[in-house]
């Protein structure tokens, strides 16, 4: 995964590690899957200056 940049904050690149094995036959299919086989602590993304706005209701 790349680099995240959102304003002055940043998150840096990072390599992970996935397997899977798989077989199939006839109608079955058996497949195993492993994730983040090093075992990285990471950061998905970032985001900053988060703002929420309103507006009146309309009147009745």
Known sequence: MGDTVHGDVRTPSVTLCDAMLAYGWDRYHVALD??????????VGCRTN???????APSR
């Open 50 to 56: 988060v703002s929420i706005s309103a507006a009146p």
């Open 34 to 43: 492993a994730r983040n086989l090093a075992d990285e602590t990471y950061v």
